[in-house]
């Protein structure tokens, strides 16, 4: 059974700066598609960045790029997502995702099996 856990979200001044973090367990894939996605209430999940497990390969959005970066630490089997140079419009719950195929974009929320609970990142002005 996987079983995501995010961590780091919390309230910054516009400017700041967080690090998520996404522990993952339970799996034993050696390639895999790891995603933050972001949700605000009334609108649909949006995918903000992804790593390719097995390649090595980011994927930004364009509201993030240059700000967010994500990484990940094989030993800890987790993902990070730091978030530098925060707007208010950064402000969303924050979820960690892992695809395990493919023929969607990275973006796409229904490539991903596996979802964390979320973890609340506000960005005030």
């Known amino acids: 059974q996987v079983h995501l856990v995010e961590s780091g979200g919390g309230s910054v001044q516009a400017g700041g700066s967080l690090r998520l973090t996404c522990a993952a367990s339970?799996?034993?894939?050696?390639?895999?598609?790891m995603g933050w996605f972001r949700q605000t209430p009334g609108n649909e999940r949006e995918g903000v960045a992804a790593i390719y497990i097995g390649g090595e390969v980011t994927f930004y959005a364009d509201s993030v790029k240059g700000r967010f970066t994500v990484s990940r630490d094989s030993a800890q089997n987790s993902v990070y997502l730091q978030m530098n140079s925060l707007k208010p419009e950064d402000t969303a719950i924050y979820y960690c995702a892992l695809s395990t195929g493919g023929g969607s974009k990275w973006y796409s929320a229904g490539r991903y099996n596996y979802w964390g609970q979320g973890t609340q990142v506000t960005v005030a002005s």
């Open positions: 339970g799996y034993t894939y050696s390639s895999y598609m």
